[in-house]
């Protein structure tokens, strides 16, 4: 989910404060229906929430899924690690 660079661009924001779509859209550059559209990937990944305030809609990231996140991409590197320093592969049949 973070792979998409626009992506990286809203959680890269969402750090360093809680931004609506109007911020964001003028932050990026990007359409207000793309962007809505990657907010709901975010949200139902679990990284951002959503705090409604008005008739505005403010979004901020979830750091405690952000740890987990981060977590589970160190163990995976870790094992791809173990995995590049052995000669280990699985036969072909």
């Not at 550059?29 to 990937?41: C, D, E, F, M, P």
């Not at 589970?72 to 072909?92: I, K, Q, Y």
Request: charged residues 30%.
């Amino acid at each position: 989910m973070l792979a998409d660079p626009l992506r990286m661009r809203i959680v890269s924001l969402l750090a360093d404060e809680a931004l609506c779509v109007c911020h964001l859209v003028e932050e990026t550059g990007a359409r207000q229906t793309n962007l809505s559209n990657h907010l709901k990937v975010l949200r139902e990944a679990g990284l951002v929430e959503t705090e409604p305030c008005g008739r505005f809609i403010y979004y901020k990231l979830r750091p405690a899924a952000l740890d987990a996140l981060a977590d589970a991409l160190g163990e995976l590197a870790e094992r791809a690690r173990r995995t590049a320093d052995s000669s280990r592969r699985r036969p072909c049949a």
